[in-house]
C-alpha cells in the first residue's frame, strides 16, 4: 500500500514562495520511479484541480494559472516529489494534494494547507 506524505505547505506574503514535498512510502524507488505525479489544490467549495503533473520519464503539465511560477520536480532515489512554488498570489490559497499513479492504483497524500495573505 503506497502512504502519500505532503509538507512545506504554510502561510506566505503575496509575491512569497513555498516548496511542497510529497514522500511515499510503501514502495522501492524503483517501484515509485514508474508512478506518474500529480499535485491537485482544492478550495472548499470548489472541486479539486490539477495544478502540476510529471509522469515517469518526467514529462511536465501545468494549469494555465500556474505556468511560469510553479515547477513539479521528482527524486525518484529519495521517493518524492516537489512542487515549487513562485510569485504566490492570494488565488493560490487552497489545500495542496499529492497524487500517485500508476495503471489502476491511485493514491492520495492527507493534504498541506498553504495560504497567500498579507
Known amino acids: 500500500q503506497v502512504q502519500l506524505v505532503e509538507s512545506g505547505g504554510g502561510l506566505v506574503q503575496p509575491g512569497g514562495s513555498l516548496r511542497l514535498s510529497c514522500a511515499a512510502s510503501g514502495i522501492s524507488g524503483s517501484i515509485f520511479s514508474f508512478y506518474a505525479m500529480g499535485w491537485y489544490r482544492q478550495v472548499p467549495g470548489n472541486q479539486r484541480e490539477l495544478v502540476a503533473h510529471?509522469?515517469?520519464?518526467?514529462?511536465?503539465t501545468y494549469a494555465d494559472s500556474v505556468k511560469g511560477r510553479f515547477t513539479i520536480s521528482r527524486d525518484n532515489a529519495k521517493k518524492t516529489v516537489y512542487l515549487q512554488m513562485n510569485s504566490l498570489k492570494p488565488e493560490d490559497t487552497a489545500v495542496y494534494y499529492c497524487?500517485?499513479?500508476?495503471?489502476?492504483?491511485?493514491?492520495w497524500g492527507q493534504g498541506t494547507q498553504v495560504t497567500v495573505s498579507s
Open positions: 497524487n500517485a499513479v500508476i495503471g489502476r492504483q491511485d493514491y
Open positions: 510529471i509522469t515517469s520519464s518526467s514529462g511536465t
